[in-house]
């Protein structure tokens, strides 16, 4: 248990420190709001995982109780959707860029946009699909507690990290701007996290 859970812990950390549209939104709002702006986002981010962590505790269990056959082919499925991912990060730009032109909104009203943004993503659902199932300690036990734990450990990684990216803000957008190469390295950090959980997901 604590392995699986130290290596999803890593994976997550790698996956919210590459650029994306989350948290480059985070960043965005902290550097025109404040640091505050940008918590109050994340929070939102995150409030809506525990959606997506119910629906697939809930199903994908139910699934796994059916038939290993089909838990098999959910992981398999998975795993091909995460080298698509991968796929795609290659065939993009290297650039990191962020609006600055954020409208500014009161806190509330951000962390109600940060969790409708995560609940009307269906990309969300499915990269929870691809990507808890591989970190079950135990297929054969409570999936449900498992699913739970896996998406807390999620929750309160990616809460830390985004926070951190709001109160670095200012910081980190001067030295993106300096060193453009940095997104050529992020864009393989992704790449590298896609690929090796996918693989991680293949091996029995």
């Keep these: 248990m604590i392995e699986n859970?130290?290596?999803?812990?890593?994976?997550?950390?790698?996956?919210?420190?590459?650029?994306?549209?989350?948290?480059?939104?985070?960043?965005?709002?902290?550097?025109?709001n404040g640091t505050k702006s940008g918590i109050?986002?994340?929070?939102?981010?995150?409030?809506?995982?525990?959606?997506?962590t119910s629906l697939l505790a809930f199903g994908v269990s139910a699934l796994i109780t059916a038939s290993p056959t089909i838990f098999y082919v959910i992981k398999l499925l998975g795993?091909?959707?995460?080298?698509?991912?991968?796929?795609?990060?290659?065939?993009?730009?290297?650039?990191?860029?962020?609006?600055?032109n954020a409208p500014k909104k009161p806190l509330f009203d951000l962390f109600k946009q940060g969790v409708?943004?995560?609940?009307?993503?269906?990309?969300?659902?499915?990269?929870?699909?691809?990507?808890?199932p591989a970190f079950l300690w135990n297929p054969s036990a409570d999936t449900v507690t498992q699913f739970y734990i896996l998406?807390?450990?999620?929750?309160?990684v990616s809460f830390v990290i985004f926070s951190t990216i709001a109160v670095l803000a200012g910081s980190i957008s001067g030295y993106l701007m300096k060193h453009k190469s940095v997104g050529v390295?992020?864009?393989?950090?992704?790449?590298?996290?896609?690929?090796?959980?996918?693989?991680?997901?293949l091996i029995p």
């Design 79 to 100: 795993a091909l959707y995460l080298l698509f991912l991968a796929y795609k990060v290659f065939k993009s730009d290297a650039t990191v860029s962020y609006a600055d």
């Design 185 to 201: 390295w992020l864009k393989w950090l992704q790449i590298v996290v896609f690929i090796g959980i996918a693989v991680f997901i």
């Design 116 to 132: 409708i943004m995560n609940l009307v993503n269906p990309k969300v659902m499915i990269f929870f699909l691809a990507f808890f």
């Design 40 to 52: 109050a986002t994340t929070a939102g981010l995150i409030s809506g995982c525990i959606v997506h």
């Design 151 to 156: 998406g807390f450990t999620f929750m309160a």
């Design 5 to 32: 859970l130290l290596s999803f812990s890593i994976a997550t950390m790698a996956l919210a420190l590459s650029p994306g549209p989350d948290n480059i939104y985070v960043l965005t709002q902290a550097l025109v």
